[in-house]
């Protein structure tokens, strides 16, 4: 399986920039499978496609401002992805660009509320980055981080809660659950009303993360998880 197999052009004047203010009110394309026939409607369509016996499974896993800029000791600037928390202030992350990141760099943050040391560079380019800091580190990080967009999103978020689901509460993942998005409150009210099921929550915070990372060669099945992309290696 390729890359190139689920390439198609997609004009950038149709990739919306801007969330819209009802959450709902996004576009949805329902495929029969039997059929094949395709529909176009709204999210809210979704209430109707949704049977007594069906399970709907979300993730409520909560998105965190997981992209650091920082400052190299020689001066330089340094971008970091926060992947995975591995304990003892040490996370995984993706840096960008990776020259110079060896065992022993450091790297500070804003004014000096946060300094980190790469402890290990990983097999497939990843790096162990070890923080230190003053306080509670999610509130620095709410601080200094920006929420990690996807490439093809060029505009700055305003509202860093747009990125997160109406049902988001474990905080981990370094991308969005994106098709959640489109939920809100009062639509899942109408989904729990519709028959006796509940959603089925899920937190799948490894999983979100790999929005954000490209994958590094033609042949897919030859990825690795969490793998950097060629520039930061």
Not at 53 to 63: A, E, I, P, S, W
Not at 83 to 103: S, T, Y
Not at 110 to 137: H, M
Request: glycine content about 8%; aromatic content about 6%; overall charge negative.
């Amino acid at each position: 399986m390729k890359k190139s197999d689920f390439y198609y052009d997609l004009p950038k004047e149709l990739i919306a920039q801007t969330p819209l203010s009802d959450r709902s009110a996004s576009r949805l394309l329902c495929l029969n499978k039997r059929t094949g026939v395709k529909e176009h409607g709204t999210f809210t369509d979704i209430v109707d496609k949704l049977n007594p016996n069906d399970c709907l499974v979300v993730n409520n896993t909560k998105v965190i401002p997981a992209r650091l800029m920082g400052q190299k000791a020689t001066g330089g600037a340094v971008e970091l992805l926060l992947l995975a928390n591995k304990g003892d202030n040490i996370w995984e992350v993706l840096v960008k660009p990776g020259r110079g990141m060896v065992e022993g760099a450091e790297i500070t943050f804003g004014e000096g509320q946060l300094s980190g040391t790469v402890v290990e560079v990983q097999e497939d380019g990843n790096r162990l980055v070890k923080f230190d800091y003053a306080g509670i580190f999610e509130e620095i990080l709410d601080e200094l981080g920006q929420m990690p967009l996807p490439p093809y999103i060029t505009e700055k978020l305003e509202d860093k809660d747009r990125l997160q689901t109406v049902y988001a509460s474990e905080a981990g993942a370094a991308a969005a659950s994106t098709a959640g998005l489109h939920f809100t409150e009062e639509l899942l009210e109408k989904i729990k009303k519709k028959a006796a099921f509940n959603p089925s929550y899920a937190h799948l915070e490894e999983a979100e993360n790999e929005e954000n990372i490209p994958e590094n060669t033609e042949n897919i099945d030859q990825n690795q998880d969490n793998s950097n992309p060629p520039e930061s290696q």
